[in-house]
């Protein structure tokens, strides 16, 4: 699941580099970082919930 996330959000900064989206802080070029830092973010959430639910369950 993380991969995924992680693939999602580097495409969507590789998008952000090469033309900006526009969106809501997301106005210039270098607001690509913010973009990795939230997949980067979502990764670490991911797993730590994938963590959890396997200690759960054993």
């Known amino acids: 699941m993380s ?8 495409a969507v900064a590789l998008i952000q580099l090469i033309k900006p989206l526009g969106w809501p802080g997301l106005k210039r070029r270098q607001d690509a970082w913010k973009l990795v830092l939230f997949g980067a973010g979502a990764s670490v959430a991911a797993v730590a919930v994938a963590s ?6 054993s």
Not at 3 to 10: G, L, Y
Not at 52 to 57: C, D, N
């Open 52 to 57: 959890l639910i396997e200690r759960g369950l």
């Open 3 to 10: 991969k995924i996330i992680m693939v999602i959000a580097a």
